[in-house]
């Protein structure tokens, strides 16, 4: 859980660098900035969220084929 923390900190320190060059401008300008950082959050955390949940049922099944073993 750490390395999931630690990786959405890290995402997020990145998007603030990235929202503060100067090369995002207009984007920041018309207030889209922010619309496509909360999509990006979202995604990644769907991401996360899928990969974890698919973690616990692969580790349920290992541990009924070890039980039927």
Do not use: H, W
Not at 24 to 53: E, H, Q
């Amino acid at each position: 859980m750490k390395k999931v923390i630690t990786f959405l900190y890290l995402m997020l320190a990145a998007t603030l660098v990235f929202a503060q060059s100067e090369s995002n401008d207009f984007m920041r300008s018309t207030g889209k900035i922010y619309v496509v950082v909360a999509v990006i959050v979202v995604v990644f955390l769907g991401i996360i969220f899928f990969l974890i949940r698919l973690d616990r049922k692969l580790t349920k099944l290992e541990e009924q084929i070890k039980e039927n073993d």
